[in-house]
């Protein structure tokens, strides 16, 4: 991590991890683009946090950081009915 990106350090970044035939898949929503694959959960969050790291280098994506409440963040599910 470099110096201009200490101040993200310790931050919790929200992730979706989803279960694939061959492994996961997980994302942060919090940056466009933000996903990894890995074969094992241990593998895509190691991954994602790298794939994050890489995206706190855009000054966009850092001032999305500094805005972003972990309390902004809930879970729910939705039945689509056709």
């Known amino acids: 991590m470099t110096d201009s ?3 993200f350090r310790g931050m919790k ?3 979706i991890l989803t ?3 061959d492994g996961y ?3 942060c929503p919090l940056f466009e683009g933000c996903f990894t694959e890995g074969d094992t959960v241990e593998e895509v969050l190691a991954n994602i946090k790298e794939v994050i790291d890489l995206c706190l280098e855009e000054s966009e994506s850092r001032e999305r950081a500094r ?3 972990l309390g902004e963040v809930e879970f729910r599910f939705v ?3 056709f």
Request: charged share 45%; net charge negative; proline share 6%.
């Open 5 to 7: 990106l200490t101040e």
């Open 13 to 15: 970044f929200p992730v």
């Open 19 to 21: 279960k694939e035939d």
């Open 25 to 27: 898949l997980v994302e």
């Open 67 to 69: 805005k972003f409440k």
């Open 79 to 81: 039945t689509v009915e």
